[in-house]
């Protein structure tokens, strides 16, 4: 099934569902990629939606780069972790051995990437830590241990009961413990088994879906896992649920790397990856575990119907076809109009999406609306990308421009910071609504006149550039509204809503009102 959003460039005259299709896809700091060892092609699954071309430009930029480990651009295109804010303390709990490299001592974020090759050396010696502080790893290990009060992450390992007053009463003691359960279950961290930091800093945004957590935590497998796809699902309910009982404050998803990685062989090794490609195919394989849909006639729709009528008949082929609890809450659809500028003819199709990546404008400081109205604007597509009108019956210069027909229940939104000429990240700082209820979608979409209210709950962050870095969540608790976040099996006390906004915003996770 395909799961890959749109993007703003090529079309071509076949591949779509009417004809037209267009190309899609978004470059991050990803390695080299290698579809053969799936059970059900990748690259045949995704070459109507453009995705081979996605695959083979990864592979290319490996053979560029001499390396399948990292990408090669210098380090002076975005100063690693500078624009990050700090928010607290300036150094970790020396119970963070994964990142530390050891059992004692403080930290940065280097440590955490121990094979990223020749790419990233500079991390290995002076290091920028994520305060901008540069810090030998001479001196790192004669830091002083940074005390409980002054750290910004909580030590998982307190007892509960300190927390309630030895003077209350019995009935009080218990009725406070049952809501700080519920206030702190989910606040786990995932231990980092080698550059998976990208897969943690997903599964955290994942496990803050609330229905998609409700779903996985009452989830039985009522038979042993058939096929890559069901054991991915299997293993991810084990971690989801473990994840969410009390006081399991870190654990580590060696299970679900190793299943996944059976399926999807560039990830069997442990070499840096693009969050949102990884999400892509993370998504693709829990819907196929759950899919009960079938394969019927194949989709004909007539072009005397309205618009609206076309969208609905449309999705009603394609949810017969691709029938999960995936699909329900994260797949929505896509007006594509396209006009012929010589005779006028206008063609409409209707295509799902299960997230939208959205170009950056070049200004340094930008509103996420400027981002989504250069997603809609009007594309001409001229020279080789000119599509073949149906009425001239010959390849002319038309017009291209998107809608959004039919929102999700969860909104996905990638931030197109990896340039796919440049391969290098775009550090701009994008203004997105962080309030409930405060992101309204409805300019942008089909039907005039309409509002489609968001609220943000969860956020992937990655900081550094596309030779390395590091990837964070920083997620709203369902129960306690605080937001969190989750450095792999770290976990910070609440964080502000005035700390959610940086330039290092990557995938933005919105649920609708």
Not at 119 to 125: L, N, P
Not at 196 to 209: A, D, K, P, R
Not at 388 to 403: A, G, H, I, L, N
């Amino acid at each position: 099934m395909p799961v890959i959003s749109p993007r703003r460039s090529s079309t071509s005259a076949s591949g779509s569902i009417y004809g037209t299709s267009s190309s899609s896809a978004a470059v991050g700091p990803t390695t080299s990629t290698d579809s053969s060892s799936s059970s059900r092609s990748v690259s045949d699954r995704y070459s109507s939606s453009g995705y081979k071309s996605y695959l083979d430009r990864a592979g290319s930029l490996s053979k560029l780069t001499g390396s399948s480990s990292s990408y090669s651009p210098s380090l002076s295109s975005y100063s690693s972790y500078s624009t990050y804010t700090p928010r607290s303390s300036t150094t970790y709990r020396s119970s963070a051995s994964s990142l530390t490299g050891g059992s004692s001592g403080v930290g940065t974020y280097r440590s955490i990437l121990p094979s990223l090759g020749s790419g990233s050396s500079s991390y290995d010696t002076t290091t920028l830590s994520r305060y901008g502080v540069r810090t030998s790893s001479a001196l790192r290990s004669t830091l002083p241990t940074a005390s409980p009060t002054s750290s910004r992450y909580w030590d998982r390992d307190t007892s509960r009961s300190s927390l309630i007053s030895s003077s209350a009463s019995h009935a009080d003691e218990n009725k406070k413990t049952a809501v700080n359960d519920e206030e702190t279950e989910g606040l786990c961290g995932l231990k980092n088994i080698g550059n998976t930091c990208f897969m943690n800093s997903v599964i955290q945004c994942l496990s803050h879906t609330n229905e998609l957590t409700k779903f996985l935590r009452n989830y039985n497998a009522t038979k042993s896992p058939t096929s890559k796809d069901q054991q991915i699902l299997y293993e991810f309910s084990k971690l989801i649920k473990e994840m969410w009982t009390n006081n399991v404050h870190s654990v580590t998803p060696m299970e679900l790397k190793r299943s996944f990685s059976a399926k999807h062989r560039m990830y069997s090794d442990y070499n840096q990856q693009d969050a949102q490609e990884f999400l892509r195919f993370f998504l693709d394989s829990l819907h196929c575990a759950l899919n009960t849909g079938v394969k019927g006639e194949a989709l004909k729709i007539d072009d005397n119907l309205s618009d609206n009528k076309k969208a609905e008949l449309t999705w009603e082929w394609y949810s017969r076809l691709e029938n999960s609890l995936i699909r329900d809450l994260f797949v929505g659809q896509l007006k594509s109009t396209l006009r012929c500028t010589t005779c006028g003819n206008t063609s409409v199709t209707f295509d799902p999406f299960w997230d939208l990546s959205v170009p950056l404008p070049s200004s340094s400081r930008c509103k996420l609306e400027a981002c989504l109205d250069l997603f809609i604007r009007e594309e001409v597509l001229d020279g080789d990308e000119m599509p073949t009108c149906s009425k001239c019956q010959t390849r002319r210069k038309c017009t291209k421009s998107f809608t959004i027909q039919r929102f999700p229940k969860y909104l996905v939104i990638h931030l197109k910071r990896f340039s796919e000429t440049r391969w290098s990240k775009l550090s701009n700082i994008v203004e997105f609504p962080t309030g409930e209820r405060e992101l309204n979608m409805g300019p942008y979409g089909a039907n005039a006149n309409s509002n489609m209210y968001f609220s943000l709950y969860a956020i992937s962050n990655h900081m550094g550039s596309t030779a390395g870095g590091h990837y964070v969540a920083i997620c709203k608790h369902p129960v306690s509204k605080k937001w969190h976040e989750f450095n792999d099996n770290l976990v910070s006390e609440s964080l502000s809503e005035h700390h959610l906004v940086s330039s290092s915003a990557y995938i933005l996770f919105y649920e609708r009102a």
